[in-house]
C-alpha cells in the first residue's frame, strides 16, 4: 500500500498521455509484520513462501495468508498461528469430516452411494445451510472478503461435524430396521461436501480435486454443479486419505 501512488496516480497518467484504456479497479495490499515486528534483514526475520510452501504445502499456506487477515488490510505472522490453522482447521475440521464421512460410506454402503430417503428436519437445515452458503460466498468473492468467504464455507462444515454426532450413523447402522434412515444422513453429509469442495476449489484447488475424487465426483464446477443433488445413487465413494496431516513441532 506504499507505493499505491505509483499505481493509482503515476500509471492512469501515462496510460492516459498514451491514449490507452485506464485500470477499473487497483487492489492493494496490507504489510505483513512478524508477531508484531516489521521484516527486516537486519531482524532476520523475514518469511520466505517458497519454504512455507515446501514445508506445509501450498493450499495450506494459501489458506492462511486468506482467512487470517482481510484483504487489503494489515495483517502479522507467526509460524504458531500457521500450524494451528492447519492443524484446527484443515486437519481436524475439513479433513475428518471428508475422512469420517467417505469411511462409513464405504463400512455401511460398500462404497456405493445410496438412494436417498425423505429428509428429516435436521437434514432440511444442513440442506438448507449448504444452499445459503453458495449465495454468501458468491457475495464476498465479489467483494474480494475472502476471510469472510472462507468463514462461511467452515460454517457448513462444523454444521457437517456436527450432523454426525447429531445422526449418530454408527447406532443407525446396528437396526437393519434404519437402513433408509442411515441413506438419507449418509447422502446429506457427502452432497454437502461435494458442494462444500467445489466451493472450496477456489482456495484449496489440489485439496478439493483430492476431495471430490473420493466423492466420486470428476465434473468441472459449475453454476449448475453447486446445486443440491448432484451426487446420485450407485456412484462410487472411496474412502479419503487424510488431506491435512496434524503437524507437531
Known amino acids: 500500500k506504499d507505493i499505491l501512488r505509483f499505481h493509482a496516480v503515476y500509471w492512469p497518467t501515462f496510460l492516459m498521455a498514451a491514449g490507452l484504456p485506464l485500470p477499473q479497479k487497483v487492489f492493494a495490499h496490507g504489510w505483513w509484520t512478524v508477531e508484531g515486528q516489521k521484516m527486516s534483514k537486519s531482524l532476520q526475520n523475514v518469511v520466505e513462501p517458497n519454504m512455507l510452501i515446501d514445508k506445509y504445502g501450498v493450499d495450506a499456506v494459501r489458506y492462511f495468508l486468506l482467512r487470517e487477515v482481510p ?10 498461528a500457521l500450524v494451528q490453522r492447519i492443524n484446527s482447521d484443515l486437519a481436524n475440521d475439513v479433513g475428518n469430516l471428508l475422512s469420517r464421512s467417505t469411511a462409513m460410506a464405504v463400512k455401511y454402503f460398500g462404497g456405493i452411494l445410496p438412494a436417498v430417503g425423505k429428509l428429516a428436519e435436521i437434514d ?23 476471510s ?8 457448513v462444515i462444523s454444521a457437517g461435524n456436527k450432523y454426525i454426532d447429531d445422526t449418530a450413523p ?10 433408509e434412515r442411515l441413506a438419507t444422513v449418509m447422502y446429506c453429509l ?3 461436501q461435494r458442494i462444500t469442495h ?17 466423492l466420486g465426483w470428476d465434473e468441472a464446477v459449475s453454476k449448475e454443479g453447486l446445486e443440491w443433488g448432484g451426487l446420485k445413487a450407485g456412484m462410487t465413494i472411496s474412502k479419503a486419505e487424510a488431506l491435512f496431516p496434524r503437524i507437531e513441532e
Open 198 to 214: 467445489s466451493i472450496l476449489s477456489a482456495f484449496l484447488p489440489a485439496t478439493s480435486e483430492k476431495a471430490l475424487a473420493s
Open 190 to 192: 457427502l452432497e454437502s
Open 170 to 179: 454408527w447406532t443407525l447402522a446396528k437396526d437393519p430396521a434404519n437402513s
Open 71 to 80: 484483504f487489503g488490510l494489515d495483517g502479522d505472522f507467526s509460524h504458531t
Open 148 to 155: 469472510k468467504a472462507l468463514q462461511a464455507i467452515w460454517e
Open 124 to 146: 432440511q437445515a444442513l440442506k438448507m445451510k449448504t444452499e445459503e452458503m453458495v449465495t454468501v460466498v458468491d457475495k464476498f468473492i465479489d467483494e474480494l472478503a475472502f
